[in-house]
């Protein structure tokens, strides 16, 4: 019975991290350049027969070797979302592809939310996010808005400088929160982007690509196939106790 108890339990660990990856979306569903995630599954369902293997050398096969099922990957996807007006100038959306560079806390970072404002520092003034972030133009200079003669800001124009990145693989980028990302060695460095692959809209934003049905029927699905972890590993132990009270 030991194999229903792993099948079990393997069910509860799996289907519990789906269910926090599609709660987390809906969570963000009305945030700002948020792009969810999906979790990918895998089956579980052959054993290591060769006792003479090297214990010490992890295989694809062997990390997939045991019985039930598990999360093999938590992936990004990086579809459109839907673009709302505003009407208010420092606000931008992408409608393409890429992202805009943020320096935050000593690094650079990348996000799709185009919530931008204005920092006023001495006697500079610089282009920054909802949360004081420096915005980037294309070599990944902060953005400081000139003064005009009349002493108010200058901010016409501030659409041209912004910077547009891309990356070989987007999917491989790795999420610090919901909007920001760093690269990693999978989704290759960030290059400035194609213009022909995106365009800049001023005065409106990005909404997330949360798709809110999919998400509240994901979560029934995966709440049944917890439930039905657990009865297997209910029965496990109902059977289990069946057996120990035959043998006395």
Do not use: C
């Amino acid at each position: 019975m030991n194999i229903a108890f792993y099948t079990g339990r393997s069910g509860l660990r799996a289907y519990q991290n789906g269910i926090n990856i599609a709660a987390q979306n809906i969570t963000n569903a009305n945030t700002t350049g948020y792009k969810s995630t999906t979790a990918d599954f895998r089956e579980l369902v052959y054993n290591r027969m060769d006792i003479n293997e090297n214990i010490g050398i992890e295989t694809e096969e062997s990390v997939n070797q045991g019985h039930g099922v598990k999360v093999i990957d938590d992936s990004l996807q990086f579809t459109q979302g839907s673009v709302h007006y505003t009407g208010y100038e420092l606000d931008y959306a992408i409608a393409g592809t890429g992202l805009f560079a943020v320096e935050r806390t000593g690094e650079i970072q990348y996000t799709r939310d185009g919530t931008f404002d204005i920092s006023i520092e001495d006697d500079a003034a610089y282009l920054v996010t909802s949360d004081g972030a420096y915005v980037l133009d294309a070599n990944q200079e902060r953005i400081d808005i000139p003064v005009g003669e009349d002493g108010l800001l200058e901010t016409e124009g501030l659409i041209d400088r912004l910077g547009v990145f891309n990356f070989d693989n987007p999917y491989g980028l790795y999420r610090i929160d919901g909007q920001s990302f760093l690269p990693t060695e999978i989704s290759g460095e960030a290059v400035v982007n194609n213009p022909q692959d995106y365009e800049i809209r001023q005065q409106w934003i990005e909404r997330s690509n949360v798709n809110l049905a999919k998400e509240m029927s994901d979560v029934i699905v995966l709440q049944k196939a917890y439930q039905f972890s657990a009865k297997v590993v209910q029965t496990a132990d109902e059977v289990e106790d069946i057996v120990n009270n035959l043998r006395r």
